[in-house]
């Protein structure tokens, strides 16, 4: 059996990692790089819990718990480590709480700490440019493929329901089944199939060098800004990076994944409310300033598992802030659904025929 997946991220270098640890042939798509898009410019925050109560809970679970594990099974490092979290707030000007000592030593006074929300034992991080890399390697050392090509159709059995490859320009690559992980960039696949409409939320974001100067505290803090509340939220990772991110938006998602380019008056905002939060964050200790599309769905949940009216077409996207915590299980689901056809996890609340599909037509008006 050969299965085809589009897309290099996270999704799509996990899906593949499971997909040859049953054996089965494996060809990865990928128009750009592996980890070109928000694969590479995510934050890398893991929560065993933090989805209880919602349909995710059991994925996130069974995610988290996978991420501790693959250390141990693939080789390289992407950064791995457990973490505490904790929310809070920045006194705004005027507030006596503005001139107060943190109760973290590394951040700036009027940094107020609230509450742990998360212990080492509920929270981890990973580098997710290097995660991504790390799986997908693994997944060519097993004997997959890895090709590069923008694909512009799914081909298809005389019957027109089932899919047998996908059309790259300049040919056909033949599979048994076809995987659609692309990203917000999936959206484009609605041309050929029956899907529901996938949106880009973008985060801009701000990589410093910290060094060993910032412990593994990750913070979740509110920011008055003209009036209005913005949550800010910081990652130290172990490779001594820390990333802040702030300020989403709804943008135009661009065609191509390399053009996505950051907001630069967000950007802006962003450096000044970073520079608040600690002495640590300079603007020469700068590494990158960019921006990420996430995938989102009408409903806030992904989209994962066989698509409507299709035969041997599968999907795996919309996992909008957890893509990089809930990969791993949702490649062990997807490897699972497609050599043995049932699946540990429940995947029924991401069947993507739970929403409308996408009108096709909408994609050609732009």
């Not at 890399?133 to 590069?148: E, I, W, Y």
């Not at 053009?259 to 990158?288: C, G, K, Q, Y």
Request: aromatic share 6%; glycine share 10%; hydrophobic share 45%.
């Amino acid at each position: 059996m050969r299965v085809v997946i589009c897309g290099g991220g996270v999704i799509g270098a996990c899906i593949a990692w499971f997909l040859r640890r049953r054996a089965i042939d494996v060809i990865v798509v990928e128009r750009t790089e592996v980890a070109a898009a928000a694969s590479g410019k995510a934050g890398g925050f893991l929560a065993r819990d933090w989805c209880a109560g919602t349909p995710l809970d059991a994925l996130a679970r069974r995610s988290f718990a996978l991420h501790a594990q693959l250390p141990g099974e693939i080789a390289g490092d992407w950064g791995y480590r457990s973490m505490t979290a904790y929310s809070g707030f920045v006194a705004p000007d005027g507030d006596a709480r503005r001139t107060l000592p943190s109760a973290l030593g590394w951040l700036a006074n009027g940094v107020v700490i609230a509450q742990r929300i998360g212990t080492r034992e509920t929270t981890a991080i990973v580098h997710p440019r290097k995660f991504t890399s790390c799986v997908m390697d693994a997944a060519l050392a097993q004997g997959a493929q890895l090709r590069r090509g923008r694909i512009t159709g799914i081909a298809r059995d005389a019957d027109g329901t089932t899919a047998r490859g996908v059309e790259v320009e300049g040919g056909v690559i033949e599979a048994d089944a076809v995987v659609i992980a692309m990203g917000p960039w999936s959206l484009l696949a609605a041309q050929w199939m029956s899907l529901p409409a996938v949106y880009g939320q973008r985060s801009p974001s701000i990589v410093y060098d910290t060094g060993t100067d910032v412990p593994a505290d990750a913070l979740f803090l509110e920011y008055e800004d003209d009036g209005g509340a913005i949550s800010i939220e910081v990652f130290p990772r172990a490779d001594g990076s820390t990333h802040i991110t702030a300020l989403s938006d709804i943008a135009p998602l661009p065609l191509d994944p390399a053009a996505v380019t950051p907001d630069e008056d967000a950007i802006a905002r962003l450096r000044a409310m970073s520079e608040r939060l600690s002495p640590l964050f300079r603007p020469e200790r700068i590494l990158a300033q960019q921006a990420c599309f996430r995938p989102v769905t009408q409903d806030g949940l992904p989209l994962i598992g066989k698509v409507p009216q299709s035969q041997a077409l599968y999907v795996a996207t919309g996992h909008n802030v957890w893509g990089i915590l809930n990969a791993p299980a949702t490649g062990e689901a997807l490897a699972q659904l497609i050599g043995e056809g049932a699946t540990q996890i429940d995947l029924s609340p991401f069947d993507p025929a739970r929403l409308a599909p996408l009108d096709p037509s909408l994609l050609h008006a732009h």
